[in-house]
């Protein structure tokens, strides 16, 4: 469903090549320690799971899988990510909309917000949830994919001191694990990180290209997340 009415800034949402890149990434399992650990987070997340910058839906499918009881509901600016999306799980809606809009939905309906890797709106995030419902939220750390270089735009390392700032007004922060671990990424995968991410309104700068023209053999990189929950003041 496209309940989008005004245009967004172009670089805002991810483009088909971006969401197919994404798409085939994920289905190779690269990052699933970190679908496994949101799912353990949201275990029974009661009944309805709002994903804010869903994209393909990956992460919310499994999410729903750990709560038999929650319908989950996927917002983004991409329709062509949210074309996945809705295809992703049965228990599982999609709605295109701009995150720094007010969200299309009542306040106080969700048991549970999701937010991996998108935009935050603390006062949206807070007007959804019921109180004592669930916010968990994925960031990617300082040394996640690092030996990529500048293939990848770099993570600010102040980026938790501004999440819990950002949240702090509306939220108490109930945990933070960290997912961690060296991947072997071939070729094709590391190609794929690089054109899913942001770096891919940029791959004409400098010679992003070439060098990734010139990958031949895999490598082993880093991927490194946190997982941060918060209970709704
Ligand atoms: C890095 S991707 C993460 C997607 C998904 N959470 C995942 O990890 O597979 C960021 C997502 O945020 C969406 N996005 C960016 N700005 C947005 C906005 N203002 N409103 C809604 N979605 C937005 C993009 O379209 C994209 O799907």
Redesign the pocket.
């Known amino acids: 469903m496209n309940l989008l009415h005004a245009r ?1 800034p172009a670089g ?3 483009t088909a090549p971006m ?1 197919a890149a ?1 798409a085939d990434f ?1 289905a190779s399992g690269a990052y699933r320690p970190l679908a496994d650990e949101l799912a353990r987070v949201c275990e029974g997340a009661g009944d309805l799971v709002i ?6 839906g ?2 919310l499918a499994h999410v729903l899988e750990a709560a038999p009881a929650a319908f989950g509901l996927a ?4 329709a062509v ?1 949210l074309r996945r999306a809705a295809r992703a799980h049965t228990r599982l809606g999609a709605a295109v ?4 809009e007010p969200w299309p939905v009542g306040d106080e309906v969700a048991s549970a917000v999701l937010n ?4 935050r709106n603390g006062p949206e995030f807070h007007r959804v949830l019921r109180p004592g419902g669930l916010l968990t939220v994925a960031a990617p750390t300082p040394d996640h994919l690092r030996e990529l270089g500048d293939l990848v735009l770099s993570v600010d390392d102040r980026k938790e001191e501004r999440l819990d700032g950002t949240l702090g007004e509306y939220f108490a922060r109930t945990g933070r694990t960290e997912v961690h671990r060296t991947a072997r990424l071939t070729p094709r995968q590391i190609r794929q990180a690089v054109e ?3 770096t891919a309104f940029h791959l004409d700068r400098g010679d992003r290209r070439a060098r990734l023209d010139a990958l031949a053999e895999p490598q082993a990189v880093t991927v490194s997340f946190t997982v941060s929950t918060y209970r709704r003041l």
């Open positions: 967004i805002t949402a991810d969401v994404r994920l994903d804010a910058g869903a994209g393909t990956y992460y917002l983004d600016v991409s990510a909309w701009n995150l720094w991996v890797f998108a935009p899913m991410g942001p």
